[in-house]
């Protein structure tokens, strides 16, 4: 264990936000048991006092959520040099085992932090509770993966040893262990680039079918999911090329760093919104004619789809830009 | 405009302390009238009140709000019955906002606070423009005679002026009905007077009013359209002004 | 959209104002919340600051020390070592180094003589640190009188007192002539403290320490970046040794925040109650809260954290210097260099803001559920 200040603030968020998420889904399992809209009992009342605190104990875990994720990838950036081979946050997350399962745990768990979110917000504009029981029934479900991503943090961090001179022995770690690759499997980037722009595309046209017409909102979604997934495969296939300016550097943390400009926060920023809100399309599709969200899920689905959209628009135009302004040329492949 | 069906309101219902303080009351508030609630202390005339004026959701049986759908939920034409007795809570308050302006018998103002800001405090979450909300304020402090207290401090008023400050602030959202819970309890003769000849203004202006009050000013009052009898949690008359 | 945020915007002015119609109560809160943000970031400031010194210093090192082990203690290594050493494919040069540590019984400080570099000394002279200087009030043109192995004392004219821009490891330096320093210390003759390697192609540092620790199983070669990453972990651990001990007082400060929000004075209650029947919405209640709460945790972060700049970076730290800086009766007095991470920001962040956060959720969640009609019946 390394007693770094930010792994305690990464591990004192985390533990913060499992206690809000456990506490949000205990009292999920309460209202999915008890509810019953007709009564006016006093238990009743309770209950939807609590959906109140419910709701802002997961926004607030949201946006734990959210600078958690850039904090980790940063402080794995920063404890580079105390691991041996290590490069940079992929070297460091590579370390042992649990680091890139975190990662990804993290990012899933953003991601359905948000779309429950969405979900909350549209149950909150019908005036029948309409979504109460979806909703709760999949908080349920999401906050043990709080739970989950602090034990991933602990064993991650526990398990990351700095490799220090010690007096006993005068061994040299830098070889004794195999070099920790810096470098993620990357795909073939001339191919990746055209896969991007056509799903791209795809999305985009998609999202507007369904904004005239209502319909396709399933495809929609599916598309945007899979536009995040390429995105991000982009990401380390061929936008880092072009933002590094070298041949072989597929990193996806350094874009977040001070010598590329901060790139990284507002591309993933962009590409996590639109994943969210996209993502939130589909799981509220299905629940269009349910009581009184025919009146309010068009009208949700449609500015929904006008984020998603906008933020994927600014996203390749900002990747675009920099392919063109780089000097660097995807040669070969 | 208002139905009650078999409204009930039960307190700590199931424990030894089981306290029912509306028993199944049916009754009708019409539109543009003054209606007195009459009944001694402890008859349930309050809570009554609070379930009318959606603070509080009765235990059993059903509340109507008839003609004014639009104001009240979305996507809803003027004509159609509104259901508040299992609206969510933001519904409720929603409704509340726009269609009840509330009196309080101790007037209930935010001490430390001026009386401009007092009389404005209901806007802040409409949304409305600050501006014009001050100036809608302004404007019903001086046709309630109280302009000259808009900078100063609520705590240094009589009572005769917290109840005109309250009545504007009752009035800044400009509501279909007002609601006053023993509004003369702490008011002398000559200003519980001038207080139902503010009343008959309102009706003038097209608003209902519905009071509770065992004030024989109140309910003798030429104005009352309707006078309902309350005792212990039930009505046991109704009926029309003489 | 605009009537959004408008409904904000009123929301935030009245939070504003409730905040200064209490104002004995929040600024107690405040205040006591400043005080524990400036500690930490006064802590993580100056580890940030040591690091960045350290690395400094450690700038200059060589790519590579070789010491000698006898059972498993530094042993003086053979000169003849680095001949050998430097035949090795990839070495460009390598220096014998000749330092060791002085104890003077008057002041009880600990120096470290340095027999080696460029410009060395005349015979029978010294360059003082500018530590030592001060500790023992001498000038250029003063005598030392050093005492020896075998009991003799020896006397030095100071030749010149060495500035240097990183104070921390230069204070307590005394640098010598080589054959002065092996009279004094009576060292083994043929031997050095250590080899300095230099190579010439950095990616081969470790290639080369392995060729070295293979040819002679007798010596231990130290990497510079292994003497990075030590000092790095070193002030890490350290100041997280404290930082725990801090989030002790973080911990009963969030209980205390818990306790006072939690216990809504009558006053606060009946104002909740009045706003919630006059047509403000549960909602509308907890965003008033979390905007008191936000006021005040940003306004306790912004000035704990400028309070800790000033603290760290033009005072000197004087609140940690003893905890952290080092053992040494010498004190090194120097200006750590003003730098401010946003990463370090971003952690102080976590560890302040986010619990206090948390802990205001649940009291405001209860004040903003008061009964609309508790207004009707007080």
Known sequence: MILHPAILALLIGALLTCFMMLYAGWYGVRILRNWDLQSGSELQLELERRTYLISTLVSYSLTFELISLFLLIYTADRLHILITGAMCAAGTLNANAFGYPLLLLKIVNFLLAGVWLIVNHADNRGHDYPLIRVKYAGLIAIAPLSLYELYYLYAYFSELHADVITSCCGSLFSLERPGISGDLASLPSAPMMIVFYVVMAATLLSGVYCYRTGRGGYLFSALSCAAFVVGIASIVSFISLYIYELPSHHCPFDILQKEYGYIGYPIYALLFGAAVAGMGVGVLTPFRTRGSMVQVIPVFTRRLITITLILYLLFTLIVSYKIVISSFRLGGY | ?242 | MNRRIERYRNILDFALSSLLRRKGKNLSLLGMYTVIVFFIASLVFFIQALKREAALVLDGAPDLVVQRLVAGRDDPIPVAYGYKISAIRGVSEVKPRFWGYYYDPVTRANFTLVASGDDPPGRESIYLGSGVARLMHLNAGNYLSLRGAKGASQVFSVQKILASNSELVAADLIQIREDDFRTLFDFPAGRATDLAVSVRNKVEVPTVAAKIAHEFPDTRPILKSEMLRTYASVFDWRGGMVIVLLFVAVLSFVILAWDKATGLSAEERKEIGILKSIGWETGDVLILKSFEGMVISLTAYLAGVCLAYLHVFFFSAPFFEQALKGWSVLYPQFKLAPFVDPYLLCVLFFLTVCPYTVSTIVPSWLAATVDPDTAMRS
Do not use: W
Request: charged fraction near 20%; hydrophobic fraction near 45%; charge should be neutral.
């Open chain 2, 1 to 242: 405009m208002i139905e009650l069906i078999e409204a009930s309101k039960t307190f700590n219902a199931g424990q030894a302390n089981q306290f029912i303080a509306v028993d199944k009351v049916s009754c009708r508030i019409s539109r543009g009238g003054l209606t007195v609630l009459k009944g001694p202390s402890g008859s349930g005339k309050t809570t009554l009140l609070t379930l009318i004026g959606c603070m509080a959701r009765p235990t059993s049986g059903r509340i109507l709000l008839h003609g004014v759908g639009k104001v009240c939920l979305p996507g809803l034409a003027v004509e159609d019955t509104v259901e508040i007795t299992s609206l969510p809570e933001r519904f409720l308050t929603t409704i509340r906002r726009r269609m009840f302006g509330f009196i309080f018998q101790h007037f209930n103002l935010v001490r430390g606070i001026t009386v401009l800001e007092n009389v404005m405090l209901p806007a802040y979450p409409t949304g409305a423009p600050v501006a014009e909300v001050r100036l809608r304020a302004l404007e019903l402090l001086e046709t309630l005679g109280v302009s000259r207290h808009a900078a100063s401090r609520v705590e240094r008023l009589s009572g005769g002026e917290m109840q005109r400050i309250a009545i504007a602030r009752a009035l800044v959202n400009d509501p279909l009905l007002i609601i006053a819970d023993e509004p003369t309890a702490h008011l002398d003769s000559r200003l519980s007077e001038e207080f139902m000849e503010l009343v008959a203004g309102f009706k003038g202006a097209g608003k209902s009013v519905l009071i509770a009050s065992h004030d024989p000013i109140v309910y003798g009052a030429a104005q009352a359209d309707a006078v309902i009898e309350m005792r212990d949690g039930r009505i046991t008359g109704c009926g029309t002004h003489p």
